[in-house]
């Protein structure tokens, strides 16, 4: 029975040994292979790159190292990468740096990684053609970034970036960049990072009832840039920086004035306290875009990209 016993901890661990992979030197491999080889460490001072592999799914749990590289790219324009982990018990963890690369693909990219906990202290860059919608999501229930992530198209398309587990709550405090992208928020948001804006790109608060930290800070970086909230009876106040030169602030309803008695304009600009006011009869939002702005050169206009 002793020797019965052994022989069934020895077998587990050689399986556990073989369901994992840790890549200690620099690797290349290009062209279809299987990631289906359960955790994956990528160990300091250590790469591996892939090339043209046009279906990555990760099944176990991936671990990029300080000063190590995780790169999935496409060179080909009939090579879109689809690049999944959806393994409810896994870990997402980066210290170093992390690129899904599909710019040169003429077809829609998808990058989906679902795991238990998502941490992200390194630089982390997720990259599709946009000539097709391509979605990017980073799911996990438990989901912190300190680092930097930027989720960048060519052009600008209906695709969309998805951060954690809907309804449940992100920490932010480091910085995610939208390079002409969509960011839906669906979490709640903690932390004192930032959210920029470049490029095209929209930050679409859709759900304002979940609660956004008055430490977090969302940046409008280019002229074609906005953000969208839903307007509510009970609203928030985002901080939002760099508004001006052509860029749009909205909520998810036409501006008009409110209802009662004394009636409010569709929107207000209190210059002492720097925060606008958006109004839809009996529902608002704040954001609070700073002092010195003069209100009559603010206008009401439609974002048809949003």
């Given at each position: 029975?002793?020797?019965?016993?052994?022989v069934?901890?020895?077998?587990?661990l050689?399986?556990?040994?073989?369901?994992?992979?840790?890549?200690?030197?620099?690797?290349v491999?290009?062209g279809?292979?299987?990631?289906?080889?359960?955790?994956?460490?990528?160990?300091?001072?250590?790469?591996?790159?892939?090339?043209?592999?046009?279906?990555?799914?990760?099944?176990?749990?991936?671990?990029?190292?300080?000063d190590?590289?995780?790169?999935?790219?496409?060179?080909?324009?009939?090579?879109?990468?689809?690049?999944?982990?959806?393994?409810?018990?896994?870990?997402?963890?980066?210290?170093?740096?992390?690129?899904?690369?599909?710019?040169d693909?003429?077809?829609?990219?998808?990058?989906?990684?679902?795991?238990?906990?998502?941490?992200?202290?390194?630089?982390m860059?997720?990259a599709?053609?946009?000539?097709?919608p391509?979605?990017m999501?980073?799911?996990?229930?438990?989901?912190?970034?300190?680092?930097?992530?930027?989720?960048?198209?060519?052009?600008?398309?209906?695709g969309?970036?998805?951060?954690g587990?809907?309804?449940?709550?992100?920490?932010?405090?480091?910085?995610?960049?939208?390079?002409?992208?969509?960011y839906?928020?669906?979490?709640?948001?903690?932390g004192?990072?930032?959210?920029?804006?470049?490029?095209?790109?929209?930050?679409?608060?859709?759900?304002?009832?979940?609660?956004?930290?008055?430490?977090?800070?969302?940046?409008?970086?280019?002229?074609?840039?906005?953000?969208?909230?839903?307007?509510l009876?009970?609203?928030?106040?985002?901080?939002?920086?760099?508004?001006?030169?052509?860029?749009?602030?909205?909520?998810?309803?036409?501006?008009t004035?409110?209802?009662?008695?004394?009636?409010?304009?569709?929107y207000?600009?209190?210059?002492?306290?720097?925060?606008?006011?958006?109004?839809?009869?009996?529902?608002?939002?704040?954001?609070?875009?700073?002092?010195?702005?003069?209100?009559?050169?603010?206008?009401?206009?439609?974002?048809?990209?949003?």
């Amino acid at each position: 029975m002793l020797a019965f016993k052994k022989v069934i901890i020895t077998s587990w661990l050689l399986l556990n040994t073989a369901l994992a992979l840790e890549i200690s030197s620099n690797t290349v491999d290009r062209g279809t292979i299987a990631l289906n080889v359960g955790d994956i460490t990528i160990d300091s001072g250590a790469s591996w790159s892939i090339i043209n592999n046009a279906v990555s799914t990760l099944v176990g749990s991936l671990d990029v190292q300080p000063d190590a590289g995780f790169y999935i790219t496409s060179t080909s324009p009939l090579i879109a990468l689809q690049v999944t982990l959806t393994s409810l018990l896994s870990t997402i963890n980066n210290d170093g740096t992390i690129v899904f690369d599909s710019r040169d693909s003429l077809t829609a990219s998808n990058y989906n990684l679902v795991g238990a906990t998502f941490t992200n202290t390194g630089d982390m860059f997720l990259a599709a053609s946009g000539i097709v919608p391509s979605s990017m999501s980073l799911t996990a229930a438990n989901w912190d970034n300190s680092g930097l992530i930027v989720f960048s198209q060519n052009q600008r398309s209906s695709g969309t970036v998805s951060l954690g587990a809907t309804g449940g709550a992100i920490t932010n405090d480091g910085q995610i960049c939208l390079d002409n992208e969509v960011y839906q928020q669906t979490t709640s948001i903690n932390g004192g990072g930032c959210f920029t804006a470049n490029q095209d790109s929209t930050i679409y608060i859709s759900n304002s009832l979940l609660p956004v930290a008055t430490t977090q800070n969302f940046y409008l970086a280019d002229s074609q840039s906005s953000i969208l909230a839903q307007a509510l009876s009970t609203p928030q106040t985002f901080n939002v920086y760099g508004f001006g030169n052509g860029n749009m602030i909205g909520i998810t309803l036409p501006l008009t004035p409110s209802v009662g008695l004394p009636g409010q304009p569709a929107y207000s600009y209190n210059a002492a306290t720097g925060v606008l006011t958006l109004r839809n009869l009996l529902v608002t939002q704040n954001f609070y875009i700073g002092t010195g702005y003069n209100p009559s050169l603010f206008s009401i206009v439609t974002d048809a990209g949003a």
